[in-house]
């Protein structure tokens, strides 16, 4: 039987375990209101298309699939618009090769379900049924990273915004608008898995890609407030230019977080050593520590470096 009202005990059971760590705030649901908050509540710079796509998608009751390279703010992107929309904190599901609707859905407590059955008493509810039943939002990142069948299973639960539980024979419907669907994905990561066709036709894409030198240094400020101001700017657009050199040579792209990353590190080095402004050689030191991720990327992170600052 259809059951989402509160006093089934695997609604009871969601809000107690996940209530805690829900944060509820005023839903926002108008694009340009939303494009403000995101700037000025999560700090982030964000593509107007990309937010009015998104939200044409929701009030269609369509997931929707972002798609680009890392580090170009897909998921934290996600989770803030699902969360402003929701007007409540959004579940992140990370995919892997073995994730299954036991990890998403729900599973039963092998020794409760020894001693007393597999029922709602040992079945504990997972993060996709906490959120279709709390009424928020869930993305999942990296779809590409999960198996064909963990796909398949998503399909259902797209197409009928349902959840079917066979052991407990019961079916959890979507009950209001907050239960809405981001996907992330990387399509140029040669590892990962194909999206089906069937897939594909039930969401809608959305291209990210990395933002131009003005919108990575409007990013920068925003991240960095007035701590901007320790790095000269014709340095920061140097910094710029690095990191989009090696987004076209190094097998580790650098994306905008790493940017961000790079220019706090450079700063907390320059204060560290009671300098009034960073310099070259606090930008190639951190800059180093922060883009070098794996040896095969090492010598041309490091030839980029001081090409770049000692031109």
């Known amino acids: 039987m259809a059951s989402n009202v509160y006093d089934d005990p695997i609604v009871k059971k969601v809000f107690e375990i996940y209530g805690s760590v829900i944060e509820e705030y005023k839903p926002i649901r108008n694009p340009d209101l939303m494009i403000d908050y995101l700037r000025e509540k999560f700090k982030l710079l964000v593509k107007p298309r990309i937010v009015y796509i998104t939200l044409a998608a929701f009030y269609n009751n369509r997931p929707v699939l972002f798609e680009g390279p890392p580090g170009t703010g897909k998921t934290e992107i996600g989770e803030a618009i699902l969360t402003l929309w929701a007007g409540k904190s959004a579940f992140v599901l990370p995919c892997s090769e073995n994730y299954d609707e036991y990890r998403v859905i729900g599973d039963f407590h092998p020794i409760i379900a020894m001693s ?7 079945f504990i509810p997972r993060p996709l049924l906490a959120a279709l039943i709390m009424d928020t939002g869930v993305l999942i990142d990296e779809i590409r990273r999960s198996s064909e069948e963990f796909q398949n299973m998503l399909l259902d639960i797209i197409d009928k915004r349902r959840i079917i539980v066979p052991e407990l024979k019961k079916v959890y419907r979507q009950r209001g608008t907050g ?10 990561d040669i590892a990962q898995n194909e999206l089906s066709d069937a897939f594909l036709r039930r969401v809608v894409r959305i291209k990210f ?9 409007e990013i920068l400020k925003l991240r960095l407030e007035d701590d901007i101001n320790y790095i000269p700017l014709n340095l920061v657009k140097k910094m710029i230019e690095a990191v989009n050199s090696l987004r076209k040579t190094t097998m580790y792209k650098p994306g905008p ?3 961000v990353s790079w220019a706090t590190l ?11 402004r960073v310099g070259v050689k606090e930008l190639i030191e951190s800059g180093e520590a922060v883009l070098i991720k794996n040896l095969e990327d090492e010598d041309i992170v490091r030839e980029t470096l001081y090409r770049v600052f000692k031109e």
Request: charged share 30%.
């Open 266 to 276: 450079a700063v907390k080095i320059a204060k560290a050593k009671n300098a009034k």
């Open 179 to 188: 239960f809405q669907i981001i996907l992330t994905s990387n399509p140029e």
């Open 209 to 217: 890609s990395y933002p131009s030198l003005e919108e990575e240094i």
């Open 116 to 122: 007393k059955g597999f029922n709602e008493e040992s």
């Open 257 to 259: 977080s790493d940017t």
